[in-house]
């Protein structure tokens, strides 16, 4: 079946630097939603990106959708404690939403 | 703000019996998901429901899981025969238009099959 591959698992910043996760699908994608979920709690909706090579912001995010509609990221600048959690990327395939196995920000002590 | 509401929050049980998990989706939506994720991993879609019937199921959503939409307002998740690997965290979600867009999850119930 469809899979959309999330890289990477982890990833361990300062406070302060900036944080990246990416998508990748095999098959071009009709959209790509983001969803984060902070320790313990539920999934929460982001953003949903459509168009190809579409770049939007929401304060210090950024998610981009690739020319080709296959791939995807987010990118954080100047991470800060509230921003911990797991992202994920999910992908409309065959009338199901399939997941990327997330990436969990930490921030080091 | 509206939310996706569930319970229990948590929910201990033994293997080979059957539990209900519940929700009240958002009230105005509709479009009503079950997924799950087995601690903190992977969110797995189980069924989407809509117009009082199932759109979409897994390979995970087998003869043991049933969904239903008793009234105008709960819809719930039934496992007749638990089993050890049904140990997970359930969320119920909700979309208010359109498949797959924009769901909002409730909190959760934990399930443990022992």
């Known amino acids: 079946g469809q899979q959309v591959m999330q890289i990477p698992q982890y990833q361990h910043v300062q406070e302060g630097e900036d944080f990246t996760t990416y998508c990748n699908s095999s098959t071009t994608l009709s959209n790509i939603q983001w969803y984060k979920q902070r320790p313990g709690g539920h999934p929460v909706f982001l953003i949903q990106l459509v168009k190809s090579g579409e770049v939007k912001k929401q304060k210090r995010l950024t998610f981009q959708f690739g020319e080709a509609k296959k791939n995807s990221s987010l990118h954080i600048t100047a991470t800060q404690t509230t921003d911990v959690g797991t992202y994920f990327c999910?992908?409309?395939?065959?009338?199901?939403?399939?997941w990327g196995a997330g990436t969990k920000l930490i921030i080091k002590p | 703000e509206p939310e996706v509401t569930q319970t229990p929050s948590h929910q201990v049980t033994q293997m080979g019996q059957e539990v209900i998990l519940r929700c009240v989706p958002i009230?105005?939506?509709?479009?009503f998901y079950w997924y799950r994720q087995i601690l903190g991993q992977k969110v797995e879609f189980l069924v989407s429901f809509y117009n009082n019937e199932i759109s979409e199921k897994s390979e995970i959503f087998d003869d043991q899981f049933s969904v239903e939409r008793p009234d105008g307002s709960n819809f719930t998740l039934k496992i007749r025969s638990t089993k050890l690997e049904d140990s997970a965290m359930y969320f119920c979600?909700?979309?208010?238009?359109?498949?797959?867009?924009?769901?909002?999850f409730g909190s959760g119930t934990q399930l443990s099959v022992l």
């Open positions: 999910a992908m409309d395939s065959n009338y199901q939403l399939i």
């Open positions: 979600a909700s979309s208010e238009e359109l498949r797959n867009e924009k769901l909002f």
């Open positions: 009230s105005n939506h509709l479009y």
